[in-house]
């Protein structure tokens, strides 16, 4: 009998813990104590409850109280205006229990997604990083990085908490973010979180839902193709579901996107897959927002024009609306997969950023890109953006152009600079139709435009190539 009524007290104390901890208020990591909220925004406050029970949402910038019943599934949200950016600020939530988010910053907030070039930090080697280390100390920046997780279904929460950029903080965040967000830090004055949710070595279709895939059959075959990696999952949609899908529906300004390496697999696929991406996401965040990211640098890649190919689809990714590319076929490693000059990169993302987004003028943020192309008797001539002022050529002599005419056989051009045009011809090819600029793995640029930004490599044909 006495063992029989421990048992029963036993149960009833743990009937009791359960329903407290199910009728307390709680929210999902990406709210916690220094957070930044997007500025001058309707934003989604969202978390858990009893089911039917009253949830109290307080703002200090504002002094409103906003009320909402939890569903019959204990699940609440509500909508809450932002003010111009500012803070610190404390964020009130009541319901059975009370939780009070202090220090909470308003300003800008970025997520910042891709593989293990977003995800390479200062600790793991970057020019200059003991200085860029030192000098990290920026209060109104903040860091949420979300831990790697993986799941066949979509998650509800994830796991991670906001920090302040200090020393300590920034050695282990994305030195790419880091320095986007510094960047716009200084131009803006406002407050910036950066919300890193990277993995290296992972592929686009594990960032996108997996339904995404599922039903488009060329997907799912290229999905097929990638092998198994001891460092980072390879199935289509699971970092999605749990690195990704918990944030939504968190405001966000916007996305910096660093990956690319891995899907040169099958880099053909690449230039549907990646705008699928974009716009699911889109989809997901019912929000148009922008999406800024960086074209691949040279490397020696495995098979011949794999890397040159993913390349190319990057930059034909740029007829998505709202996005931009950085190029970096100037500071890359052909020998290493990881450039080490993670400041340039943050640096040209935050110039988009700054242009684009914020519409600060004066900001050169591309290079030149191949517009169109025009024949002229047994010439071509190339137009480009972002080359108003005119072209420069690194060395006196051009030589990474080629031509082909209707045989597809590509020759060495000869090319000169007109102004903001390239013309080239060969003499083998009287009747040229078609031009490759760079069209290497390993290719470095040979054209800026004044600003002092690279090309970006290109190809005006769309003729099947071999790999091999």
Request: aromatic share 10%; with cysteine; charged share 20%.
């Amino acid at each position: 009998m006495k063992r029989k009524g421990y048992f029963i007290l036993t149960i009833l104390t743990l009937l009791m813990i359960h329903t407290g901890a199910i009728a307390d208020v709680t929210l999902p990591a990406i709210f916690g104590n220094g957070m930044v909220l997007q500025q001058k925004e309707e934003v989604t406050i969202w978390g858990w409850a009893k089911a039917m029970e009253e949830v109290k949402v307080s703002t200090s910038w504002d002094g409103k109280e906003t009320k909402v019943a939890a569903s019959n599934q204990g699940a609440w949200s509500v909508k809450v205006n932002t003010p111009a950016a500012g803070g610190p600020y404390t964020l009130t939530i009541q319901g059975l229990n009370t939780i009070r988010l202090n220090d909470v910053l308003v300003g800008e907030v970025w997520l910042c997604s891709g593989q293990s070039n977003m995800e390479w930090s200062a600790a793991m080697g970057i020019d200059n990083g003991q200085e860029e280390v030192k000098k990290a100390n920026h209060p109104n920046i903040r860091f949420f990085t979300v831990a790697h997780r993986t799941a066949e279904t979509k998650q509800i929460d994830l796991q991670g908490s906001w920090e302040a950029s200090t020393p300590e903080t920034m050695i282990d965040f994305s030195a790419v973010a880091y320095f986007f967000g510094r960047e716009l830090q200084e131009n803006l004055n406002v407050p910036i979180g950066l919300i890193n949710s990277s993995w290296g070595g992972t592929p686009a279709e594990v960032w996108m839902n997996p339904r995404v895939v599922e039903e488009n059959k060329e997907f799912a075959e290229a999905a097929g193709r990638i092998g198994e990696m001891p460092w980072a999952p390879r199935e289509p949609g699971v970092t999605y579901n749990t690195m990704i899908a918990p944030l939504i529906p968190f405001r966000i300004a916007g996305v910096i996107w660093y990956q690319g390496e891995t899907n040169t697999v099958m880099p053909e696929n690449y230039e549907q897959l990646f705008p699928a991406l974009i716009k699911n996401w889109r989809s997901e965040w019912q929000f148009n927002f922008p999406f800024y990211y960086v074209q691949i640098a040279p490397h020696k890649y495995g098979r011949e024009q794999e890397g040159v190919l993913l390349r190319d689809a990057q930059r034909k990714s740029l007829s998505t609306p709202n996005t931009g590319m950085v190029v970096l076929n100037d500071i890359g490693n052909i020998r290493d997969i990881h450039p080490r000059n993670k400041l340039v990169v943050g640096k040209r993302l935050a110039a988009l950023a700054l242009s684009q987004t914020y519409g600060k003028d004066g900001i050169a943020f591309s290079g030149p890109l191949f517009k169109e192309m025009k024949k002229e008797g047994n010439k071509l001539r190339l137009i480009f953006d972002y080359a108003e002022e005119g072209l420069v050529a690194r060395e006196k002599e051009i030589t990474q152009f080629e031509i082909a005419g209707e045989d597809r056989k590509f020759v060495r051009a000869k090319a000169r600079i007109e102004g903001n045009t390239i013309v080239v011809q060969a003499k083998q090819v009287k009747a040229p139709v078609a031009v490759r600029s760079g069209w290497s793995n390993t290719s470095e640029p040979e054209l800026f435009n004044k600003a002092g930004l690279p090309a970006s490599s290109f190809r005006t044909d769309n003729w099947p190539v071999k790999l091999e």
